[in-house]
């Protein structure tokens, strides 16, 4: 249990701070989990706000009216979307509250930071009736300092989460995906010195092999000139040790030259960096490894790979639900795997973290998303800042994840000059947080030249490194799946391309001739002519096929076939792989085939 002392000194640094206040939450952070069962209760009109639910309150006498009760209240498991917990929530958007008790013994000289991993999509928050803040965006981390509300004791907090679809919102009204709602990651306290390291990055120099550069930023009293020392070691080798003093912001930054064995697919070598400041410690797992584009070439490790991949929602297999569990997790990156993928593209939002940190372990490399997804608000400032928000804090969370190759800005935006300067904005904020990655956005903005020849000529790529295209000849619009043979691209920019999603729908089961719509010959069929057509196109630097698995969707309501599951999976959601599975395997095999072939004899 842990102790606080009551008169805990809480200085904020004067000077202006240079990112968000999000804690960096390595597994070594000392932390309290409060997942489990909370109290809850469903607020279809948001009365909860104007009858202060957040302050829990009980009747004092017989004829006190108070007219909610979180303990007598339905329960909800937490981590977990709130949709698949039971039937009537199965499509329930709008208010739902969240209450549960948690004990603490104060400890003193120590902070206390309540910790979210995510909460779909606009949390409000209070601890013992006193508000700590709000969030929005359903898919990255926030905390709130309670160091100086919490009590020795029982403490109560209160959650509002509210998952309605919001014109102004990122997502905003319409989606392909359910909208799961809920406390959808974990939920912590964590504990911390007076002075401690809220967040660190540490990864090689862009466009270096041999020279590691970071930064650490402190917050507390002592944040001011303390030494701050970054160890590296592989087991018990020291490979080396540095030390460095922060400003008056609490913020150092470093750059020196290291020998260390680069992080990549079919050597996923991670490094222990430890980091110690002001009483505070911090252990994390770190793989280095520069990538960087070479006219239409990506590069890992300065040479040029090819990215068999495949796209994936953050979603369970088996029970339909958000995934969150590193079970959930390992199962959907074994079966990437499986595929001989050695890139998944994880659509259109930050993941879980412990997805990203098992394809750090299991070597798969990752396109990180933001939901600026299809029609926004672009004229709406609040719009493009809520974009950055997102964007900050899945940067802030994954920065030192070597899997983590590519951060995308967009998916399938309308082409017009507010979106484009929306984007512009968005593509200059991913590079000021990061200039390790590289930047990309998948588009569906080509044009038909001719019968045959498709022009990829969307202004966005201006401000891209990694093209992203969506196309589904085959299977959307008048061309036949067999006509994927004969088309040719073209792109308006001489940079890499990778085709974000292609295919078709296919129910696990349903069998008929190759024309035949949800028949597993006819997805296989169209895999054949898509790959087909791939293998032409110019400047191809990789794929990840529209989809894993099978995915809840509202929008997908054909009864007996799709019954709400957007069936483009090359998997069933519940695990069954179909031949299309079997045709992108056989051909990511021969791929990397080919790359052993061309690696030049040790
Ligand atoms: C779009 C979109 C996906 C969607 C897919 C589909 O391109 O990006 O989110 O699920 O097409 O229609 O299946």
């Known amino acids: 249990m842990m102790r606080i002392a009551l008169v805990l000194l809480l200085v904020a640094p004067a000077l202006a701070q240079t990112r968000p206040e999000l804690i960096a939450d390595p597994p070594s952070r000392p932390s309290v989990s409060l997942d489990g069962t909370w109290n809850a209760i469903v607020d279809p009109y948001e009365s909860g706000l104007s009858s202060r639910y957040f302050e829990n309150a009980k009747p004092k006498s017989k004829s006190d009216l108070i007219e909610y009760d979180f303990d007598r209240s339905a329960k909800l498991q937490v981590p977990g979307d709130w949709n698949t917990q039971r039937n009537s929530l199965l499509l329930y958007e709008g208010p739902m509250w969240y209450q549960r008790y948690f004990a603490v013994e104060k400890k003193p000289h120590t902070r206390l930071f309540l910790y979210f991993g995510a909460a779909n999509y606009l949390a409000r928050v209070w601890l013992n009736g006193m508000k700590l803040g709000e969030h929005v965006g359903g898919f990255t981390p926030f905390n709130f300092e309670v160091t100086d509300k919490i009590l020795n004791g029982k403490n109560s907090v209160v959650v509002e989460v509210d998952n309605t679809r919001r014109p102004e919102g990122v997502p905003g009204i319409h989606t392909d995906w359910w909208n799961y709602g809920g406390l959808t990651r974990g939920v912590k306290l964590i504990e911390v010195p007076e002075t401690f390291i809220e967040n660190f990055k540490l990864q090689l120099a862009r466009g270096r092999s041999d020279q590691v550069a970071g930064w650490v930023q402190l917050r507390g009293g002592g944040q001011e000139g303390a030494e701050v020392t970054m160890e590296i070691h592989r087991g018990d080798l020291l490979v080396t040790a540095q030390k460095a003093r922060t400003d008056a912001s609490g913020y150092t930054s470093f750059e020196f030259p290291v020998q260390l064995e680069l992080w990549s697919p079919d050597h996923p070598q991670l490094y222990?960096?430890?980091?110690?400041?002001?009483?505070?410690?911090?252990?994390?797992?770190?793989?280095?490894?520069?990538?960087?584009?070479?006219?239409?070439?990506?590069?890992?490790?300065?040479?040029?790979?090819?990215?068999?991949?495949?796209?994936?929602?953050?979603?369970?297999?088996?029970?339909?639900?958000?995934?969150?569990?590193?079970?959930?997790?390992?199962?959907?990156?074994?079966?990437?795997?499986?595929?001989?993928?050695?890139?998944?593209?994880?659509?259109?939002?930050?993941?879980?973290?412990?997805?990203?940190?098992?394809?750090?372990?299991?070597?798969?490399?990752?396109?990180?998303?933001?939901?600026?997804?299809?029609?926004?608000?672009?004229?709406?400032?609040?719009?493009?800042?809520?974009?950055?928000?997102?964007?900050?804090?899945?940067?802030?969370?994954?920065?030192?994840?070597?899997?983590?190759?590519?951060?995308?800005?967009?998916?399938?935006?309308?082409?017009?000059?507010?979106?484009?300067?929306?984007?512009?904005?968005?593509?200059?904020?991913?590079?000021?947080?990061?200039?390790?990655?590289?930047?990309?956005?998948?588009?569906?903005?080509?044009?038909?030249?001719?019968?045959?020849?498709?022009?990829?000529?969307?202004?966005?790529?201006?401000?891209?490194?990694?093209?992203?295209?969506?196309?589904?000849?085959?299977?959307?619009?008048?061309?036949?799946?067999?006509?994927?043979?004969?088309?040719?691209?073209?792109?308006?920019?001489?940079?890499?391309?990778?085709?974000?999603?292609?295919?078709?729908?296919?129910?696990?089961?349903?069998?008929?001739?190759?024309?035949?719509?949800?028949?597993?010959?006819?997805?296989?069929?169209?895999?054949?002519?898509?790959?087909?057509?791939?293998?032409?196109?110019?400047?191809?630097?990789?794929?990840?096929?529209?989809?894993?698995?099978?995915?809840?969707?509202?929008?997908?309501?054909?009864?007996?076939?799709?019954?709400?599951?957007?069936?483009?999976?090359?998997?069933?959601?519940?695990?069954?792989?179909?031949?299309?599975?079997?045709?992108?395997?056989?051909?990511?095999?021969?791929?990397?085939?080919?790359?052993?072939?061309?690696?030049?004899?040790?």
């Open 272 to 602: 222990e960096v430890r980091i110690s400041a002001a009483g505070d410690h911090l252990t994390d797992q770190i793989g280095f490894r520069t990538v960087a584009t070479r006219g239409s070439e990506i590069l890992l490790n300065g040479k040029p790979i090819f990215l068999r991949g495949v796209s994936m929602h953050e979603e369970a297999p088996y029970r339909g639900a958000r995934a969150f569990s590193e079970k959930d997790d390992r199962t959907l990156l074994t079966w990437v795997k499986d595929l001989g993928a050695n890139f998944v593209r994880l659509a259109h939002y930050p993941h879980n973290e412990d997805m990203i940190r098992l394809a750090d372990r299991m070597g798969v490399m990752v396109w990180e998303e933001v939901p600026v997804y299809w029609e926004l608000e672009f004229e709406n400032p609040a719009v493009l800042e809520n974009a950055k928000a997102q964007l900050a804090g899945a940067i802030l969370r994954d920065q030192n994840r070597a899997a983590i190759i590519i951060w995308s800005i967009a998916n399938e935006t309308p082409i017009n000059p507010v979106r484009d300067a929306v984007l512009k904005s968005l593509s200059e904020h991913a590079r000021s947080l990061d200039s390790t990655r590289l930047i990309s956005a998948a588009s569906d903005k080509w044009q038909r030249m001719d019968a045959d020849h498709m022009a990829w000529n969307d202004p966005l790529g201006e401000y891209l490194d990694v093209i992203g295209l969506n196309e589904y000849i085959g299977w959307y619009g008048d061309r036949k799946v067999e006509d994927a043979d004969r088309i040719r691209w073209t792109f308006a920019y001489p940079k890499p391309v990778i085709v974000t999603e292609f295919g078709g729908g296919a129910q696990y089961g349903r069998h008929g001739d190759s024309e035949t719509r949800f028949s597993e010959e006819y997805q296989a069929n169209l895999y054949q002519h898509q790959l087909r057509m791939l293998e032409h196109m110019p400047q191809l630097a990789g794929m990840t096929p529209w989809i894993l698995m099978d995915f809840r969707s509202p929008r997908r309501a054909l009864a007996g076939i799709q019954d709400y599951y957007n069936r483009k999976g090359l998997i069933s959601d519940r695990g069954q792989r179909k031949q299309a599975f079997g045709v992108l395997e056989k051909f990511y095999r021969e791929k990397a085939q080919e790359a052993r072939d061309a690696q030049p004899a040790k």
